[in-house]
């Protein structure tokens, strides 16, 4: 189809009083160009789509930034749009009415304008003959929850539990800990019943027990599985999948250093837990009732030997466990040895409630020594409440274990993204991916057969912006196999996760990507003519998208992919695009800033920014009105992981001073929205100041800075020492060539 460009400036917001307009609309060049003084106003947005009707068909608004008024400037999937940031990144950061500040905006206008002309019109993915049945793996108190909520929406859930029987973990507690208000004494475990009684009531979930998943293949609306059942194959076809396989108790037979296999009355709190159902608390070695018990919270967790990180619900459990025993036996004495006490929010009222029993004794300490037989157990703590070293003897003692995710009980296999030839001496890894192969999902996916975790074993994906989400597009994970967590806060979390999941099959239907570019109707095209199966694509891309057949040749599937577009940085060929995000297009923008000569001493910098973080952190600093040098250009990506090389090399070669890519901040404390795309950026950024040296072009032309949206007021000084080294190294060789 044909485009009809239509050009509208804005003069609101300062931007008239800064830019002058005028000559701003020559440069647009197309057959229509207006401004307006208030182009987000109601006369504005009537302009545009009398325009539009008059057979205008893509829109460049040059007025704020594309973050913002995005409900005002929206003219149906049939118009093209795109936004040109002159007042954040143009009029409220830089000197108004100056000749540098007006080629920055013309720069800014003319990059948009070659933007939108490299567009094309957008056809979504629809996928024929989708389901939207829910597939939930895991019969416990979240996969019940997670069904029940789906099943309630109007959905079909298929259920898949590997026991003979719904319940899971909640099922095999003799009481709860208090859930309700006042949040004070232990409950009976009846929900867990009543959940189990809807289920069997519901019409549309559909139960297999004593089931595994042999094979899960396809994509979100497609996923076709294969479920094992009493030696049965059976097949269902699923449109999204919610892995509700809980958690596991952490080995106690690795906690030696707790006396743990040296005494039978050494025991965890699930074989607590058994003995309160037999009916007697009594000592496993000979029969007798258990008149004195420790409890040792954090046995194996808050520990980087074992378990790094705390297991939640350890301390409450224990303290459960301990009325259960008081209960049963009025003169039995308890004692509770923890690192620390934590009962979030009203359940600070159990904790109370339970500090009032005068047979239960509390003390904050570091048990040094556990050492027993059969008769009895002595238990050795230093660091007290009391100010001294301690021993307590009793009867019974309780490891209150940790929990692990269902998803870390097998091999960890490690892929290296580029060979290990490729290293250097101090110089960071390439980044890898972790497979687990833990038999839950069983994914026919070429990145590995289950979902990759994000820390410690768990399979979640963000877990500061995005909740169950995983790394495998349309499969979301809930409860305890997603993060360490109580019972109610599983509840809810369940009930997220199917959401997320109906969310899923629902954009799926419509052709539309999920988190974090949820609404994006595009999909990547790939040239196949000239791919020369380097694999690079289908390794590189952080959600499974992309298979392959036997001869390597990449075989994507639409609907897992999350339009990212790092596939599109890996690629040497450059034979992967979007319709509306592609290398030339980039490129094409890069070629059509004005780079001043020499003798004019204006240099350039080019900077390529992560659309997630660093550009609302740009934006943010224009919102404050912070300043930094008016010479710089900046594009922004999907992620920086899209960074396609060339694009390096079309900027050096056009004359740009330098290149300065800002990325999402990655690691234990935050996460690339994309997962991985910034550490793979900063991988191949090495490789590109390595072919500078070797070009004897300065190296420090390009440099890469992780940026948190909330380091808005440290932009100015990171772009400010960028220029600072640019002119330290002088103008680029290739200016004026």
Known sequence: MDKKIGVYICKGCEIGESINIEALGKIAKTPICKSHDVLCGKEGPALIKQDISEGVNAVVIAACSQRVKTEVFQFGPDVLLNRVNLREQVAWCHKPNDEDTQMLAEDTLRMGVVRIQKMDFVTPY??????????????????????????????????????????????????????????EAIEDSGMIEALMREIDQASNVKVYTSATIEKISGMPGLFDVAIKQNGNSVSERAGSIINAAGAVSYDAGKLGHLGYGTSKNIVTREQLEELVAGGKINKPSDGKTAGSVIFILCAGSRD????????????????????????????????????????PGLYENFYKAVQQDDGIFFTKGE????????????????????????????????LATGMVPATALGEAIKIVVEEEKDK?????????????????LNLDYRQG????????????????????????????????VRSPIDLASTMEDATGAALKAIQCVEMSSRGE?????????????????????????????????????????????????????ICMG????????????????????????????????????????????AYPAIDMA???RLTYTPYARIIPLRCVGSTNLVWIADALSKGIDGVLLLACKHGDDYQCHMVKGSELASYRMIKVKETLDRLKLESDRIRFELVAHSDFNKIPNIIDSFMETIDKVGPNPYKGM
């Open 367 to 398: 048990v040094t020594a556990v050492n027993g037989n059969d008769a009895a157990v002595t238990v050795e703590v230093k660091d007290t409440l009391l100010g001294e070293n301690i021993k307590i003897e009793a009867d019974l003692v309780v």
């Open 126 to 183: 629809q996928v024929e003959d989708i389901v939207k049945n829910i597939l939930v793996v895991g019969g416990g108190l979240a996969g019940m929850t997670a069904a029940l909520e789906t099943s309630r929406t109007g959905y079909n859930v298929i259920l898949v539990e590997k026991e003979n029987t719904l319940g899971g973990w909640v099922k095999k507690q003799t009481k709860l800990c208090p859930t309700q208000s006042p949040f």
């Open 304 to 343: 980087n030997n074992h378990l790094p990180y705390c297991s939640a619900i350890c301390c409450m459990e224990s303290l459960k466990q301990a009325k259960y025993i008081r209960t049963q036996n009025p003169e039995a004495k308890v004692y509770i040895i923890y690192k620390d006490m934590r009962t």
């Open 449 to 480: 057969p289950e979902l990759p975790p994000l820390k410690y074993g768990f399979p979640d994906s963000h877990f500061v912006c995005f909740p169950y989400e995983t790394r495998r597009t349309g499969i979301y994970a809930a409860g305890a």
């Open 513 to 565: 990507a999920v988190h974090p570019r949820a609404g994006d109707r595009t999909y990547p095209d790939f040239f196949m003519q000239r791919c020369t199966q380097c694999k690079r694509c289908t390794e590189e891309c952080p959600f499974g998208t992309i298979n392959e057949d036997e001869k390597c040749n990449p075989l994507p599937n639409p609907t897992r992919c999350r339009r990212c577009a």
């Open 424 to 440: 250097k001496e101090n110089q960071p890894p390439p980044p890898t991916d972790i497979i687990i192969r833990s038999n839950i």
């Open 570 to 613: 890996s690629c040497p060929e450059r034979i992967i695009s979007f319709k509306d995000y592609s290398v030339d297009m980039i490129g094409s923008m890069i070629k059509n800033i004005e780079v001043p000569e020499d003798y004019e001493e204006k240099p350039r910098i080019l900077i390529l920014a992560c659309e997630n973080d």
């Open 622 to 624: 224009g919102m404050n």
